[in-house]
C-alpha cells in the first residue's frame, strides 16, 4: 500500500554562513520549514522550503492548520491530485509566498516519496536530461564586499573552475556599480560570464541607465532590476539593452511565469522550487521555457536545483549558495565547473537528523 500515515511539519533556524547582502536587505537567517510523510509501506518522505528570515511560522502554521491534515489516508503516489486539492482548500491565499511555501514543502515530500518507491533519483525520474550541470558563484559577490573582495572572491571562483559569478549592484550611483563590475570582468578575462543582480531596487529609468553602463562588460544576464509585478517594465528593460533580463524568484506561480514568456519581459527565468509550490509546478515552469527558448537558471536551492536542472533540457546554470552544510552530512560535488546531481533514489540531500534537532524552534 501507498497510503498516507503520518503527516508532520517542523521548523529549523539556520544560521547564515557568511554576511549576505544586496540593494534591498540582509539575509539573516534561513527559516527552513521541514515535512516529513510517512506511508503504510514503510517509507517516509522528507520535504522542505524555506524563507530568509520572516515567515517560518506562518508557513508551519498553514501546514498544520490546513494541509496536513488534509493528507491523512492519501495514496502518496497522486501527486499531482495532491498539490491540486491542496492549492484548492488554500484560494482565499493563493497565489502568495506563504501558502506556495507551504505547497512545496509537501509536494517536495510527495517527490522524494515517488523517488524512493521507484528506486531512482530526482534528476533521473523528474526528466534525465544529464547528470552534471554547469555552477555559478554568489557568494563572493555581495553588495557591502569592496570591489578587491569581489575581484578576489571571483579569481577564487574561476581557479576552481566554476563557470561565472554573480555580482550584487545597487550602489547609490551607477558609476561605483560599473566600476566593480569592471574590475572583475578586468580580472577574470572575457571567458567567464558574469550576472548582475539589482533585487528589485530599481526604476525602469535606473535600471536602463545601469543596463546602458554595464553593456560593455559583457554581462551575461540582469537578473530583478524591477519590482516583480512590473512586467510591462521588464519588458520595456528587454527591448532597450542587449543584457539579457532574468525574473523568477519573487514568482509564486507558473500564470506568472507565462505572462513573462509571453510578452517577452525576460530571457532567463528563475524559478525557486520553494517559492512557485514545489517541484510540480516548477517542472512546468521549466517545459515552459523550453517552449519559449530562454534558459533556465534557478534561484538558491542549489543542493534541490541540481537535480531538477538536470532533468530538463532549459537548465542553464545552478546558483552556488551553500546555506544547508549545518544540516547536511555531505557536500554537493562539484567538478570541472559542474555540479553532480545525486544518483541515490529521492531527493539525494543527505540530512543529519542530529544537528537538525538541535536547530528546531520550540
Known amino acids: 500500500m501507498t497510503k498516507i500515515v503520518s503527516a508532520t511539519a517542523t521548523l529549523v533556524d539556520i544560521p547564515v554562513e557568511t554576511v549576505r547582502t544586496d540593494a534591498v536587505q540582509a539575509f539573516v537567517k534561513q527559516e527552513t520549514v521541514f515535512v516529513e510523510l510517512r506511508t503504510d509501506d514503510g517509507l517516509t518522505g522528507t520535504g522542505y522550503s524555506y524563507t530568509i528570515g520572516t515567515g517560518g511560522r506562518a508557513v508551519l502554521s498553514m501546514l498544520r492548520d490546513h494541509l496536513l491534515p488534509l493528507l491523512d489516508g492519501r495514496d502518496a503516489r497522486d501527486v499531482e491530485a495532491a498539490w491540486r486539492e491542496l492549492f484548492a482548500v488554500t484560494r482565499a491565499t493563493t497565489v502568495g509566498a506563504i501558502t506556495s511555501l507551504a505547497l512545496a514543502a509537501v509536494d517536495t515530500a510527495l517527490w522524494d516519496l515517488r523517488c524512493l518507491r521507484a528506486g531512482e533519483p530526482l534528476w533521473r525520474l523528474a526528466g534525465g536530461f544529464r547528470r552534471a550541470v554547469p ?46 563590475v569592471a574590475a572583475v570582468r578586468e580580472a577574470v578575462g572575457p571567458g567567464m560570464d558574469i550576472m548582475v543582480d539589482a533585487n528589485q531596487s530599481m526604476t525602469y529609468a535606473e535600471a536602463r541607465r545601469r543596463a546602458h553602463a554595464l553593456e560593455p562588460y559583457q554581462v551575461s544576464f540582469f537578473e530583478e532590476p524591477l519590482p516583480a509585478d512590473d512586467v510591462q517594465g521588464h519588458r520595456e528593460l528587454a527591448r532597450s539593452t ?36 514545489g517541484i510540480t509546478p516548477w517542472l512546468k515552469v521549466a517545459h515552459l521555457a523550453e517552449a519559449f527558448n530562454v534558459a533556465l537558471c534557478p534561484h538558491f536551492l542549489m543542493e534541490l536545483h541540481v537535480s531538477l536542472v538536470a532533468a530538463v533540457p532549459a537548465g542553464t546554470y545552478v546558483e552556488h549558495i551553500p546555506q544547508l552544510r549545518a544540516l547536511t552530512r555531505t557536500e554537493l560535488p562539484i567538478q570541472d565547473g559542474h555540479a553532480i546531481a545525486p544518483d541515490v533514489p529521492g531527493l539525494g540531500i543527505d540530512w543529519d537528523r542530529d544537528a537538525m534537532d538541535d536547530l528546531r524552534v520550540a
Open 135 to 180: 555552477v555559478y558563484d554568489t557568494e563572493g559577490g555581495w553588495l557591502h564586499l569592496p570591489a578587491e573582495d569581489l575581484v578576489r572572491g571571483a579569481l577564487a571562483a574561476r581557479d576552481a573552475g566554476l563557470r561565472g559569478v554573480k555580482l550584487k549592484i545597487g550602489r547609490p550611483r551607477a558609476e561605483e556599480d560599473a566600476e566593480r
Open 242 to 277: 542587449s543584457i539579457p533580463v532574468a525574473v523568477g524568484e519573487s514568482l509564486y506561480s507558473v500564470g506568472q511565469f507565462r505572462d513573462y514568456l509571453a510578452r517577452g519581459a525576460a530571457s532567463v527565468v528563475q524559478a525557486d522550487v520553494a517559492r512557485v509550490g
